[in-house]
């Protein structure tokens, strides 16, 4: 079956746009979970989102915000875009909370600001 | 709160050698979750393993085996007969059932560079 689905996988911006990122999970998947990957800071959580509504948050500011649609795919945006936004976005899907169901992330989108 | 050390930032090795990677956590919950990823240059995070904290038999998977010890708060994973397409970073992670909900805590990750 299909994996996670990641769009765009690459993106160039400028500082002071606003970016859209997608995420598709794995059919049947309820949960979208967003990471930031940096070198500097690493992997970090953005936001998780079960069955339409943000169930945990990370400590980004509020230009990082996500939504999920009904049949479970994700958005995350990021408004007026600092240099430091710049990073690898990855989503990773879950059937639900349940750790033993482990998560699969995409190959993630890389976002460059300039 | 919670936290994932991963000490080692690069190994290099030779082909055939075997290389254990070390995680060491840290956590104040009784109910835990405990992962290994690899992420190759492509960039997508491979799902390798998950233990729970109730969960402490190790467990070999082919030239995969990890070594789960409470006692130290480790979680260690080896490579056995070390190949080069094993090359990549390695995280570790914790997701802990209360205080974290969902979310993974990784690791710095490991640099592992398999030569020929």
């Known amino acids: 079956k299909a994996g996670v689905t990641q769009t765009p996988r690459y993106l160039i911006k400028t500082r002071g746009q606003q970016v859209t990122l997608s995420c598709s999970p794995i059919?049947?998947?309820?949960?979208v979970s967003w990471y930031q990957q940096t070198p500097g800071q690493g992997l970090q959580f953005l936001f998780e989102?079960?069955?339409?509504?943000?169930?945990n948050k990370g400590n980004f500011p509020g230009r990082f915000s996500g939504r999920q649609f009904s049949n479970s795919r994700s958005e995350m945006n990021v408004s007026t875009l600092e240099l430091g936004d710049s990073a690898l976005y990855l989503c990773?899907?879950?059937?639900?909370?349940?750790?033993?169901?482990?998560?699969?992330f995409g190959s993630g989108t890389r976002l460059t600001v300039v | 709160a919670q936290k994932v050390t991963q000490a080692q930032t690069e190994i290099s090795v030779v082909e055939k050698e075997d290389v254990t990677l070390d995680c060491v956590y840290e956590?104040?919950?009784?109910?835990?979750?405990l992962f290994w990823y690899k992420q190759p240059p492509s960039g997508e995070l491979v799902f390798l393993i998950r233990r729970n904290s109730f969960d402490e038999q190790n467990e070999i998977s082919g030239r995969y085996s990890w070594n789960f010890q409470k006692s130290t708060s480790s979680f260690n994973f080896t490579i056995t007969a070390s190949q080069v397409v094993d090359s990549a970073v390695y995280f570790c992670a914790l997701s802990e059932e209360e205080t974290s909900g969902s979310r993974l805590t990784f690791g710095e990750g490991t640099q592992l560079t398999v030569n020929p």
């Open positions: 990773a899907s879950s059937l639900g909370r349940n750790k033993d169901y482990g998560y699969t």
């Open positions: 059919s049947g998947h309820r949960s």
């Open positions: 989102y079960f069955s339409e509504t943000q169930r």
């Open positions: 956590t104040r919950d009784t109910t835990y979750y």
